[in-house]
């Protein structure tokens, strides 16, 4: 995850959508590796992710935080849901 205060420049999100890494170990017995790359644009409130990363991109999206007290938390509880439930299916 990498996040840019100051907004995601130039063609830095087209490089996070298209980057694309995979690796299994021996013929899947040992494992495998992917990698979920996903870019969170605060100036912006975007979230840029490749194919991988799409299953944990809601989890990231910002909510808009109202001032005082009652704010809305980073990240959402039913995002949290989604997440752990695509993980464990």
């Known amino acids: 995850v990498m996040v840019a205060q100051g907004g995601v420049i130039g063609n830095a999100a087209a490089l996070v959508q298209r980057f694309c890494y995979s690796r299994n170990f021996r ?4 494992g495998w590796c992917d990698v979920r790359l996903l870019a969170v644009d605060l100036a912006a409130n975007q979230v840029y992710s490749n194919k991988a ?3 944990v991109q809601q989890v990231y999206h910002m909510q808009a935080r ?3 007290r ?3 938390p980073l990240l959402s509880l039913r995002g949290l849901k989604k997440l752990a439930k695509g993980v464990l299916e």
Not at 27 to 30: K, S, V
């Open 70 to 72: 009652g704010s809305a």
């Open 53 to 55: 990363g799409r299953v």
């Open 66 to 68: 109202k001032e005082g």
């Open 27 to 30: 013929f899947l017995l040992q």
